[in-house]
């Protein structure tokens, strides 16, 4: 009985981490999470990704059914930037790229200290996906999608993206 208890939960264990990703069994996974929207958000990248051959793609919606990829086709990576901010209370990595007049962002933040240097509160870690329209401004609305991840996992993988692609990674002081 015991034994088909723990057979039982490794098995849920082990799907509940499969299915937090939409990236393939053969690929190198830079960032995935389930939403609170129980969509999937992932950035999936094939193991020869270089600066002249594979590919990286934004993947999501659910295992069952991919709802947009980005390239479509499995070659090359869409024109991203990456942005990073560290300091002594808090690091911040986001990749943001262009789809049209929509702006896709995958934020990571990490709380380092509960407060900052003037002893307020610092926001919790998070990671999130935000989708704006370019078109509007922020009093026009131009958030069209914003959703948390459930769990914090790990922050987005901004620097083994840039060994692999050449992409520069934008350092941003406080």
Known sequence: MQNTTYLLLMFLFTNTAFAASLCKPEET?????QLMNQKIVSVCGSKDLSRNQGYMQYRFG????????????????????????????????????????????????????????????????????????????????????????????????LQDISQKTGITINDFKM
Request: hydrophobic fraction near 30%.
């Open 62 to 157: 659910k295992v069952s059914k991919v709802e947009l990829q980005i390239p479509k086709e499995n070659q090359g990576f869409p024109n991203i930037s990456m942005s990073r901010r560290v300091d002594p209370y808090s690091e911040y990595y986001g990749m943001s790229f262009n789809v049209g007049a929509f702006v896709y962002e995958i934020t990571s933040y990490r709380q380092r200290q509960l407060n900052n240097k003037d002893g307020y509160p610092t926001s919790p870690s998070s990671d999130s996906l935000g989708v704006r329209d370019s078109r509007k401004s922020m009093r026009e609305g131009d958030i069209v999608f914003s959703n948390e991840c459930q769990q914090i996992g790990q922050a987005i993988r």
């Open 29 to 33: 996974v830079f960032f995935s999470c």
